[in-house]
Structures are given as structure tokens and as C-alpha cells.
């Protein structure tokens, strides 16, 4: 079964770290381009970023510029979201998933997601 399961969500102060992860389950995450995504009740998910393999490239929001790393250990099928700084209005749930066309495309294997809270 193909799926994708996240961890590394909990609540933290402003300006606190988190990192979030991100395992594939029955697939390779190194052939796939896998991106993280947040959303907020009534709203879209956002993608944060994205990463299409080793030797690709990883394009990050605006909104997380600076803050916000992705990052990726493919002996453990792995991708992490190393989040720095974090604001009160990146409180929403993340959730990782493959992502069609090289991160340009949609999303298609979504994980089951992982709440992250930052309090003031």
C-alpha cells in the first residue's frame, strides 16, 4: 500500500523550532518529488515546499523564506521540514504528498497530516 505518514507536529512558544517528518510507505521517496503543504480551517492548502530528489531543486514560499528547510534522507525514505522562528501564523496543520510535474504540478498522495500550533 502506498501511503505517506508525517510526525514531528506539537505545540511551541513564537520563535520556537519544530521539525516535522515525512515517510513513504511502499515507495521510493527519491524517484517522486514530495512537497509539504499547511492549511488553515477555512482556507486552501498552501504549498510550503518542495523537493523533486537528490539532485533537484527545492523551491520554498514566500511567507517561509529564510525560516523553513526542507531536507531529505532517502536510506530512510524520509523528507523532513526543518521550521525555525516560528510565527504565530504558521499555526496550521501540515501535511506532506507526492506532487506531479516536478513540483509544478498537483498533489497526489496526500499523508493523513500533523498539527503544528505556535502560541505568542
Known amino acids: 500500500q502506498v501511503r505517506l505518514v508525517e510526525s514531528g507536529g506539537g505545540s511551541v512558544q513564537s520563535g520556537g523550532s519544530l521539525r516535522l517528518s515525512c515517510e513513504t510507505i511502499?515507495?521510493?521517496?527519491?524517484?517522486?518529488?514530495i512537497g509539504w503543504f499547511r492549511q488553515v480551517p477555512g482556507k486552501g492548502r498552501e504549498m510550503v515546499s518542495c523537493?523533486?530528489?537528490?539532485?533537484?531543486?527545492?523551491p520554498v514560499a514566500e511567507s517561509v523564506k529564510g525560516r523553513f528547510t526542507i531536507s531529505s534522507d532517502y536510506t530512510k525514505n524520509t523528507v523532513y521540514l526543518q521550521m525555525n522562528s516560528l510565527k504565530v501564523e504558521d499555526t496550521a496543520v501540515y501535511y506532506c504528498?507526492?506532487?506531479?510535474?516536478?513540483?509544478?504540478?498537483?498533489?497526489?498522495?496526500w499523508g493523513q497530516g500533523t498539527q503544528v500550533t505556535v502560541s505568542s
Open positions: 504528498a507526492t506532487v506531479s510535474d516536478q513540483c509544478h504540478g498537483s498533489a497526489l498522495v
Open positions: 511502499g515507495f521510493a521517496a527519491r524517484y517522486y518529488a
Open positions: 523537493t523533486t530528489g537528490p539532485y533537484g531543486y527545492s
